[in-house]
């Protein structure tokens, strides 16, 4: 299973995805993925130095497929949270990423 990190800036409180540079980045799409378990405890040690920084917050690693050629997360909490917010309108909403 593939899987990639998703935690909430501190900044904002927006949800970001972990990218392959160690940025913090609003689109699935430009997140970093693990396929193996040597990969993914990369990301975690590099967000969980993210969130000793206080960049970020809640880091964790979720399972993501594709579907229709998108990456999707397989739980709907964070099919939620990686698609959301429901409501429009918000502070960030125009996609700036989260640089560190």
Same mark, same amino acid.
């Given at each position: 299973?593939?899987?990639?990190?998703?935690?909430?800036?501190?900044?904002?409180?927006?949800?970001?995805?972990?990218?392959?540079?160690?940025?913090?980045?609003?689109?699935?799409?430009?997140?970093?993925?693990?396929?193996?378990?040597?990969?993914?405890?990369? %990301?975690?040690? /590099?967000? #969980?130095?993210?969130?000793? $920084?206080?960049? =970020?917050?809640?880091? &964790? %690693?979720?399972? /993501?497929? #594709?579907?229709?050629?998108? $990456?999707?997360? =397989?739980?709907?909490? &964070?099919?939620?949270?990686?698609?959301?917010?429901?409501?429009?309108?918000?502070?960030?909403?125009?996609?700036?990423?989260?640089?560190?």
């Amino acid at each position: 299973m593939q899987q990639m990190m998703i935690a909430n800036a501190l900044r904002d409180g927006l949800v970001v995805f972990l990218a392959a540079n160690g940025r913090w980045v609003n689109a699935i799409a430009d997140g970093a993925v693990a396929s193996d378990t040597d990969r993914a405890q990369r %990301l975690a040690d /590099i967000a #969980l130095e993210a969130e000793q $920084r206080c960049e =970020v917050i809640g880091p &964790e %690693l979720i399972e /993501i497929e #594709l579907k229709d050629g998108l $990456r999707q997360p =397989v739980h709907i909490r &964070e099919a939620i949270r990686a698609n959301g917010p429901i409501v429009r309108g918000h502070p960030g909403e125009n996609g700036d990423d989260h640089g560190t």
